[in-house]
């Protein structure tokens, strides 16, 4: 016998709970099915301990530029990492209650804790129990990629929600992938005291920025003190007691702690897709259409397990986009997002929309407006004139294509673009609003009218 619901989401994501919301306050019986942790990768081991961290990494920072600022502090700048750490734990316990009670308070939802696998398209087992629907979101999120390297598996490699756990600073980390997840772990941990050395297989950091900003990048952490060996070809680990050494072409490393910071894999594996018929990519991500509904009836996919999207805020828009079509005869498109994302280092780097590379193998012509941060009042008030911020528009058509601002506020200031790219306003529109002074984003329209051809 099977336990029927309206409705069976599997992951309390970003995107399973408020749909739990949506589909509860319709009145819908709705059973949300979560084998870990409520709250998933994001207020877990994601966004909210990392940018916890970041900001305990920040302030020893800023601590130790005081005498910059004509502020005098007597002593060395020391950090407490077990309050550095509690202070994420309360941050996260704070987040993760505040989902359960929020579920805890819908009318009509029954959490199941436990792993859910399909038996058949509109059913699904959780331990003992089997439960029925026509509609099951699934919304099971990813987790750390560990590649294949020799001699890996024999050291205790973190990941990044192992790393979580430590209450001393590393002497020295070692981070395997020069792309989002790893640079801030990099940055954060230089900051509290480690060595740090980050080695990516590729040619550069961040490789799917453009140049100039993954250069920039590289020189702001290089400032810091932590190296950087990109476009190795061989490496391997070995362990001596607590001691672990990686070879890279033929240098020896050692280090203290391993951090595989290398891609995420998504939670598909484990979810018996195949007893219902989902289809899967070759890499595990399940496919949607631009309503995230799977190729089987009755079954979407939400959240970072469609390869649609990695990000806290797209897993969200995956629930606005379905809750507004299934409920409010809407017809929302994955296809309308604009992509905007930000890397947490500091300065951090604002993105939406293409980079400049990606505009121009779309064959446009176009326009770059750029400026650095040295030419920013605001920025110079801070102190703090690292990175730049770049532009791209239409030339045809006068629309803004992409921008990214690598700077202070950078993760704040990148968001006039995106709203005025969402609404379809030209480059001259934007040219004509009155900023606030002093900010960041005042230097925005000025970029504009600074316009020149691509070369
Ligand atoms: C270190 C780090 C930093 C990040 N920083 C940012 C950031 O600053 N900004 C940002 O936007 N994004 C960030 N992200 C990405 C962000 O955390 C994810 O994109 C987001 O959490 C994805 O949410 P989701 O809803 O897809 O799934 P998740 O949040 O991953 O949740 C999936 C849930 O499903 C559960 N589950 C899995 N399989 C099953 C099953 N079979 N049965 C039952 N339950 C199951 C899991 O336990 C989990 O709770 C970061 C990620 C990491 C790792």
Request: charged share 25%.
């Amino acid at each position: 016998m099977s336990r029927p619901f309206d409705a069976i989401i599997i992951g309390a994501g970003q995107a399973g709970p408020p749909l739990a919301g949506r589909l509860t306050a319709a009145g819908q019986t709705v059973a949300l099915v979560e084998r870990h942790l409520l709250g998933g990768t994001c207020v877990n081991t994601g966004c909210m301990p990392t940018k916890t961290l970041v900001a305990s990494a920040r302030a020893a920072h800023m601590a130790r530029r005081a005498d910059d600022f004509g502020v005098v502090l007597r002593g060395e700048v020391g950090i407490d990492m077990k309050k550095v750490k509690a202070r994420a734990d309360a941050v996260i316990a704070n987040a993760r209650h505040g989902v359960r009670r929020w579920l805890d308070g819908m009318p009509g939802c029954t959490v199941i804790e436990g792993h859910a696998r399909f038996e058949a398209p509109g059913r699904v087992r959780v331990g003992d129990e089997s439960l029925e629907s026509a509609r099951i979101f699934v919304n099971v999120g990813g987790r750390a990629s560990v590649p294949e390297l020799p001699g890996l598996h024999d050291i205790p490699y973190l990941t990044n929600t192992s790393i979580l756990a430590l209450e001393a600073v590393p002497t020295h980390l070692l981070v395997i992938g020069g792309s989002y997840i790893g640079l801030e772990y990099a940055q954060m941990q230089r900051r509290f005291g480690a060595e740090v050395t980050v080695i990516e297989k590729g040619p550069r950091l961040i490789a799917r920025e453009d140049e100039d900003v993954s250069a920039a990048v590289r020189e702001i952490l290089e400032g810091e003190g932590i190296r950087i060996r990109t476009g190795f070809g061989h490496i391997d680990f070995a362990r001596s007691g607590d001691a672990i050494t990686a070879t890279l072409d033929g240098e020896s490393i050692a280090c203290s702690h391993v951090l595989v910071a290398t891609g995420r894999t998504p939670n598909t594996g484990d979810l018996g897709l195949d007893r219902a018929g989902v289809v899967t990519d070759a890499r595990g991500y399940i496919v949607v259409d631009d309503g995230l509904r799977s190729n089987v009836p009755g079954i979407w996919a939400l959240g970072d397990c469609n390869g649609r999207g990695a990000f806290t805020h797209t897993s969200y828009n995956d629930f606005e986009i379905v809750a507004a079509n299934l409920l409010d005869g809407e017809a929302r498109k994955l296809s309308d997002r604009i992509p905007a994302y930000a890397l947490y280092t500091d300065p951090p780097l604002g993105r939406v929309g293409m980079s400049e590379r990606e505009a121009r193998a779309s064959g446009r012509r176009i326009l770059v407006g750029k400026r650095p941060m040295t030419r920013i009042g605001r920025a110079v008030e801070k102190d703090e004139t690292q990175g730049f911020m770049k532009v791209v528009v239409d030339a045809d058509t006068d629309l803004i294509l992409g921008a990214a601002i690598l700077g202070t506020e950078g993760d704040e200031a990148i968001h006039g673009l995106l709203d005025m790219m969402s609404v379809g306003a030209t480059a001259t529109q934007m040219r004509h609003t009155v900023p606030i002074h002093p900010t960041v984003s005042e230097l925005i329209p000025t970029m504009l009218s600074e316009l020149a051809a691509a070369d």
